[in-house]
């Protein structure tokens, strides 16, 4: 098996899966619990909260667990706009965000909010100084994402919160970091983001954990309300198996993310030089993405059609994003590819495990595609 679709999600590593274990079994007390069993579910709590701030740069008592990105994304956003909104009613954000941005920002405009969404230049490209310029006295939220989940553009978003907080430090900043997270340095993010959202099954934790990062005081309203847990942000027991599982992940990320990164770049250059020989196939990543994700287009062949070309072969990728599940994307529409190439487009993402032979499996399959599947004109 080849797998190449790890912005979807990733195979958790067995050290993963052990701490997940051992929360389940060795310490399954509810850490709200005062007895010894809960005392120590809330120690891995403390321990995997530290690890998954200190990697965005936020303290632990600004790092809450969430199910997910698009609940820690949709609590902010909304949470932003009940607290914020009530005198200033303008959300700037940006054309290409995940529909866990997008769809509660289309929530708040049906709600009578302004929305302004930043389109890329004609080269597909975004500035800080565009971002920062659609921004004014009645703008309260700015969510901009940090690595587009389909072509691994890295958009300009430190430097436009940057740019932002110089001319209106009241107005907050947000962050979509999801693909960005561990995959760059996010490090310095809360030094210009306000509030960041990131998933667990991304970086080899277990699907079902995330996180929102929330400065200190940002007032955000909960999207929860019950037992009072993550100090009021997050009603509702905390999942002590998927949370020690993200934090082993985010341990683990953080100590080979150097390693990481190099490989990730060495099989970017292995697919380039790969599909180098075949004309009809572009690759529409250029040197501003991140090397873990590739949107690649086969002129002429159907993305959902070459996707199960590829996987009777085991090579797994996805036709664009997994979210959008097969849908014409708009988000490449906005980056600029041509609408004949749209319904063409696969992604190939990478994780620590990817190997040259993924690619070099993954280029064989294009290879073979271009010779024996019918072409669309």
């Known amino acids: 098996m080849h797998y190449l679709d790890n912005a979807a999600t990733t ?34 709590l403390d321990e995997s909260r530290a690890a998954v701030g200190a990697q965005l740069g936020f303290s632990p008592e600004e790092t809450y667990f969430t199910s997910c990105a698009t609940e820690s994304s ?9 607290n914020y ?27 009578g909010f302004k929305v302004v969404r930043v389109n890329p230049d004609k080269d597909g490209k975004f500035t800080a100084e565009s971002i920062a310029s659609a921004v ?32 209106f430090p009241d107005c907050i900043t947000h962050c979509d970091a999801v693909q960005g997270f561990l995959k760059t340095d996010t490090r310095d993010l809360s030094k210009t983001a306000d509030c960041v959202s990131v998933s ?34 997050r009603s509702g027991t905390e999942s002590v198996p998927l949370i020690a599982g993200f934090g082993a992940a985010v341990k683990l990320w953080a100590e080979n993310a150097e390693l990481y990164r190099k490989n990730a770049f060495a099989l970017r250059e292995r697919l380039r030089e790969r599909l180098a020989a075949m004309p009809e196939v572009v690759i529409n990543s250029g040197g501003d993405c991140s090397p873990f994700i590739n949107s690649i287009s086969a002129a002429g062949l159907k993305a959902e059609v070459l996707l199960h070309f590829l996987e009777a072969r085991g090579v797994y990728v996805s036709s664009g994003s997994a979210c959008s599940k097969g849908k014409k994307s708009s988000v490449l529409k906005a980056f600029g590819l041509p ?32 010779a024996q599947l019918c072409r669309v004109r």
């Open 200 to 233: 667990g099954h991304k970086v080899g934790a277990p699907k079902g954990i995330g996180a929102a990062c929330i400065k200190k005081g940002v007032r955000i309203a909960p999207l929860l309300l019950g037992g009072g847990q993550e100090r009021g942000f």
């Open 339 to 370: 609408e004949k190439l749209l319904d063409s487009t696969i992604r190939a993402s990478f994780s620590d495990d990817t190997a040259l032979s993924d690619i070099d499996a993954l280029a064989d399959g294009l290879q073979a595609a271009l």
């Open 136 to 167: 004014d006295e009645d703008t309260f939220l700015v969510s901009c994402m940090l690595v587009n989940n389909e072509t691994g553009y890295i958009l300009p978003a430190a430097e436009a919160f940057r740019k932002i907080k110089k001319r």
């Open 74 to 82: 949709n609590a902010i956003i909304l949470g932003a706009a009940e």
């Open 11 to 44: 195979k958790p590593p067995e050290t993963v899966c052990q701490a997940v274990l051992r929360a389940m079994t060795e310490n399954f007390g509810n850490p709200s619990s005062l007895h010894g069993l809960g005392v120590g579910a809330e120690k891995i």
């Open 85 to 111: 909104g009530k005198r200033k009613k303008t959300v700037v954000t940006t054309a290409v965000e995940h529909p866990a941005t997008a769809r509660p920002v289309e929530k708040l405009e049906k709600n």
